[in-house]
T-cell receptor, first 116, second 119 residues
């Protein structure tokens, strides 16, 4: 069964610095997709970035990049130049590759606090 | 760009009452997912529909049912509500045709959620 693990319940970062949020996953499938979502205190889930298991390059989207290490089964999110608005809960998720429905399996989340 | 619409945004019910949550997916998205997020928890998958047919089922109580209609909107019906049903309910949608490209493998876009409180 697929599993996502986020070992950092909470993280602090100084404004304008970079921060790495850890995510490890467990799957026996060769084809899978990994996602990061941001959930501010207002509650909505905002898609940030995607990494496919066959993608040769790490995904990047603006200030977000994904440090994908397939052999280690890790997909860490790197946020550069942190802003106060980055304070939120961050979830790593994997798409279930075995079912056409493709549900997302989420990690426990990491709460990021950006200090001014 | 159009996003997923959910209604109502907030709902307060008494125990044993029923509730209906509605979801309008992004236009041309053919798959709808429902997730439940309890306080301090990660979202848990409930059920999904592809082209109006149920495609997967998670830990959805028998008291809950859902369907997707011909216009692709979906409704989650919840009966005999319990205190433990208090949660944030998300609907997400994706387009199964986007299996590649910059948006990746069937990226799911979430609605703002319906916050259900059962008293």
């Amino acid at each position: 069964a697929q599993k996502i693990t986020q070992t950092q319940p909470g993280m602090f970062v100084q404004e304008k610095e970079a921060v790495t949020l850890d995510c490890t996953y467990d799957t026996s499938d060769q084809s899978y997709g990994l996602f990061w979502y941001k959930q501010p205190s207002s509650g909505e889930m905002i898609f940030l970035i995607y990494q496919g298991s066959y993608d040769e390059q790490n995904a990047t989207e603006g200030r977000y990049s994904l440090n994908f290490q397939k052999a280690r089964k890790s997909a860490n999110l790197v946020i550069s130049a942190s802003q106060l608005g980055d304070s939120a809960m961050y979830f790593c998720a994997m798409r279930d590759p075995y079912n056409q429905g493709g549900k997302l399996i989420f990690g426990q989340g990491t709460e990021l606090s950006v200090k001014p | 760009a159009a996003g997923v619409i959910q209604s109502p945004r907030h709902l307060i019910k008494e125990k044993r009452e029923t509730a209906t949550l509605k979801c309008y997916p992004i236009p041309r998205h053919d798959t709808v997912y429902w997730y439940q997020q309890g306080p301090g928890q990660d979202p848990q998958f409930l059920i999904s529909f592809y082209e109006k047919m149920q495609s997967d089922k998670g830990s959805i109580p028998d008291r809950f049912s859902a369907q997707q209609f011909s216009d692709y909107h979906s409704e989650l019906n919840m009966s005999s509500l319990e205190l433990g049903d208090s949660a944030l309910y998300f609907c997400a949608s994706s387009n199964s045709g986007t299996s590649g490209g910059p948006l990746g493998l069937n990226t799911q876009y979430f609605g703002p959620g319906t916050r259900l409180t059962v008293l």
